[in-house]
């Protein structure tokens, strides 16, 4: 078995000490490690994880992520359509549940068989740890080479490679819902070229501004291509807790998140994370048209969802229910001069700009120059 502490600080020392996950027994002590000893975000589910990782890293940072392999499959949409094109590397630890040929619950039988296929699919390096110290040293580094190079590399776990690790201490919670104001006027139904166009005035040269998938990115990008705009291309969902993930790490900076219903409800959860960290410079807009605009305008199931109320429930400090594109740039010059995690709800109108393009700028690009930007 691994002495985790040892181990722990050999990783520390190749410069891993920002840690995202969420837990499996198998890593328990791993995880213990990354509580007591360095940043450790705990995530609702695996995919939020890959992008809370990936968010730290854009913010100059080398992130562990840390899940079971049944969570591998819920993190596969980041791993293919978030850090595949924008070549963000992470360094993966997956432990191996179902392992052939040992008792464990019928749910992880398949998952046991196909670990490795499904790393070897998408594209991604992996080796068994080893549970022999100098060898495992040596696969650690031989990992930290890939990283350097861009690319992500994962080890599969099995059952009894870490030594007991005790958690020291534990999280505080952090609740503070100040402000909260729903609904009192008529809305005013902007365009989503109108509203992005209004938030992008507001920028200056801490701002970083993250663009949901689809036809939000593609649309900021027709409005001003700056090298402090991320368009997400894929994972939908993700990009809060990519802006968490770069909010916690880069606080000398504004992390202006622009969602939209279809991408928040998908995955609704990562609004706990959120809470519960707190990212005091990190503002999270949601773009509410109810449907899903890039995909042929279907119906998304808002209608009857309070997103402000959610967002306050979930430890938000200020939740507020945006009317007009005056107020949301009264609110957001606010939220420059005050700070505080906020929430700003704007219901604008389905449909986009006619012969919308695409960026012209590659992913990996938009993330080369962003990092620049950043550090």
């Not at 042929?296 to 200020?318: K, L, P």
């Amino acid at each position: 078995m691994l002495d985790t502490q040892t181990f722990g600080n050999d990783l520390k020392a190749l410069g891993f000490d920002f840690y995202t996950g969420v837990p499996c027994s198998f890593l328990k002590d791993l995880i213990n490690y990354s509580i007591n000893e360095c940043d450790y975000i705990a995530a609702v589910n695996e995919g939020d994880a890959v992008a809370i990782a990936s968010g730290a890293f854009l913010g100059g940072r080398k992130p562990v992520v840390l899940m079971q392999n049944s969570g591998l499959t819920n993190a596969v949409s980041p791993l293919t359509s978030l850090t595949y094109p924008f070549k963000i590397p992470v360094l993966g630890f997956v432990s191996l549940r179902g392992e052939p040929g040992l008792s464990d619950e019928p749910q992880h039988e398949l998952m046991g068989e196909i670990t490795g296929e499904m790393l070897d699919l998408m594209q991604i390096k992996w080796d068994i740890l080893s549970p022999i110290e100098h060898v495992a040293r040596t696969q650690v580094k031989k990992a930290a080479e890939f990283i350097d190079k861009q690319e992500p590399y994962f080890f599969v776990v099995k059952k009894g490679t870490f030594k007991k690790e005790k958690l020291m201490k534990d999280f505080t919670v952090n609740n503070k819902n100040k402000n909260k104001q729903g609904k009192i006027a008529e809305d005013q139904m902007p365009t989503r070229y109108e509203t992005l166009s209004a938030i992008n005035q507001l920028k200056d040269d801490k701002t970083i501004q993250l663009a949901t998938t689809g036809k939000t990115g593609r649309e900021l990008y027709e409005i001003e291509d700056a090298v402090n705009n991320l368009y997400m291309v894929g994972s939908m969902g993700c990009v809060s807790s990519l802006g968490l993930g770069l909010a916690y790490t880069r606080q000398d900076k504004e992390v202006v998140v622009i969602d939209g219903d279809g991408s928040l409800l998908m995955r609704m959860g990562s609004l706990a994370t959120n809470g519960f960290y707190q990212p005091k410079n990190m503002l999270h807009i949601i773009l509410d048209n109810q449907s899903h605009d890039s995909t042929g305008g279907q119906n998304t199931v808002s209608n009857n969802v309070n997103f402000v109320e959610i967002a306050s429930a979930n430890g938000y400090e200020n939740s507020f229910y945006v009317h007009s594109l005056e107020e949301l740039q009264m609110r957001i010059v606010d939220w420059k001069k005050e700070k505080g995690l906020t929430f700003l709800y704007i219901k604008i109108t389905p449909g986009s700009k006619e012969n919308l393009g695409r960026p012209k700028v590659t992913p990996a690009e938009v993330k080369a120059r962003l990092k620049r930007f950043i550090n």
